[in-house]
């Protein structure tokens, strides 16, 4: 009976143990999960979980009695140490070893650390996983004003529920502007102003140099002054967890290099998730992507193909945030853009920016406008007219009717 083993026990690696089971693999499953639960979603803990909107259970992919049921080996709180792709064998940090026909890796990424004095400091916090906002969630209570290092969109989004939560609340970001990596200055803007809107003071072009406290932090040295803070959440980025891979002799440049079918260098360890780095045909490029959406897909183009499959990986880019009383919803990158149209009105909160190079939809951001997120991802890459996407009287599925 072959043996498939997958490391990560996240959104990528319970969707392939399971779809493994939908598409009919009858042999062993092993899952391995660092963490003590069993897979839960990440996108929510900056948003409803760390609100206390979400429960626990609800956080949950799967409930975990499901993983019994399909016989799936679930190991939780198991970190491995080292894989032997010769020997097809995995051995875990207490010394257990693992063998396996095909691996899978789905391991994820971690916060990108912030190499300042101070930085060790009690109430310096990272947001990645549920111990990070249990955490994050004791240190709130007692906190009065908060300092968020970064201005991407997980720091926006705790901005947010801080905020509600009665919190004063502060945004240091390095470049001239929020979510410069990620969007273009309209949508930086629009978010801006919205946090403004709601007490929060952004200071772009920020150069800090230390957190400092007794013990725990009480204050962020910047290069123009000093900030009070008793909670410090450092929001910076994401480094793919590699070490496994690249140990393994694997190929990798920032991620696990794989190809349209999840396929590694070694013919027998596949990748999926946050941790990969994967051509898309539909972008015409490589590239990482840090996205729950990603991850679920690849993870089942992971499973058919480990089973012996050759399907590709062909999906739009697409992600969410949720800030306030405004959700955004994404499709492609903006930055493929070389020219923008506005449906609706930015100052109602409802309205959807779509990007378009050579007369082709790119990309769209929209916010509060599901039917202009769900219509730009299925107008993704055709040949549309911007001016008739911009007037709110022409009917979107109309536009996607006559595309098709």
Not at 4 to 16: D, P, S
Not at 197 to 223: F, H, M, P, Q, T
Not at 273 to 280: A, I, K, L, M, S
Request: proline letters at 3%; a negative charge.
């Amino acid at each position: 009976m072959k043996e498939f083993v997958i490391v990560g026990a996240g959104q990528a690696g319970g969707t392939a143990a399971l779809q493994l089971r939908i598409n009919g693999f009858e042999g062993g499953i092993t899952l391995v999960g660092s963490e003590p639960h069993p897979p839960y979603e990440r996108p929510p803990l900056s948003k409803a979980y760390l609100s206390g909107q979400l429960a626990y259970d609800s956080l949950l992919l799967r409930p975990a009695q499901l993983y019994v049921e399909q016989g799936i080996k679930l190991l939780t709180d198991t970190t491995i140490g080292s894989i032997d792709a010769g020997a097809q064998q995995l051995l875990t940090t207490d010394q257990r070893s693992i063998q396996f026909d095909k691996l899978l890796l789905a391991t994820g990424a971690r916060p990108r650390n912030l190499a300042i004095p101070g930085a060790e400091l009690a109430g310096v916090h990272y947001l990645r996983t549920l111990a990070d906002v249990e955490a994050l969630k004791q240190t709130m209570g007692n906190a009065r004003r908060v300092c968020l290092i970064g201005g991407g969109y997980v720091g926006l989004e705790f901005a947010s529920v801080a905020t509600k939560a009665g919190l004063s609340v502060t945004v240091l970001e390095s470049a001239d502007r929020l979510l410069k990596r990620v969007t273009t200055d309209e949508m930086s803007q629009y978010f801006a102003d919205l946090h403004h809107a709601n007490g929060v003071k952004i200071c772009c072009n920020a150069a800090i140099s230390a957190l400092e406290g007794e013990g725990r932090v009480e204050r962020v040295v910047c290069e123009h002054g000093e900030i009070d803070a008793d909670l410090v959440l450092i929001g910076i980025g994401a480094i793919p967890n590699t070490e496994l891979a690249e140990a393994a002799g694997l190929l990798c440049e920032n991620g696990v290099l794989v190809d349209e079918f999840c396929q590694s260098s070694d013919a027998n360890i596949y990748a999926a998730g946050d941790c990969t780095n994967h051509p898309n045909a539909l972008l015409k490029k490589r590239l990482r992507l840090e996205s729950a959406p990603n991850a679920i897909d690849q993870a089942r183009v992971a499973a058919a193909n480990m089973m012996g499959d050759r399907e590709e990986y062909c999906s739009v880019p697409w992600f969410w945030s949720d800030q306030y009383t405004s959700k955004l919803q994404a499709v492609g990158f903006s930055a493929d853009g070389t020219e923008a149209v506005c449906r609706g009105n930015k100052e109602d909160h409802q309205f959807a920016m779509f990007y378009f190079s050579e007369n082709r939809l790119v990309a769209v951001e929209a916010v509060n406008s599901a039917k202009a997120f769900m219509a730009g991802k299925r107008l993704y890459g055709r040949e549309v007219d911007p001016i008739k996407l911009a007037d709110p009287t022409v009917d979107l599925r109309s536009l996607v009717q006559a595309s098709a």
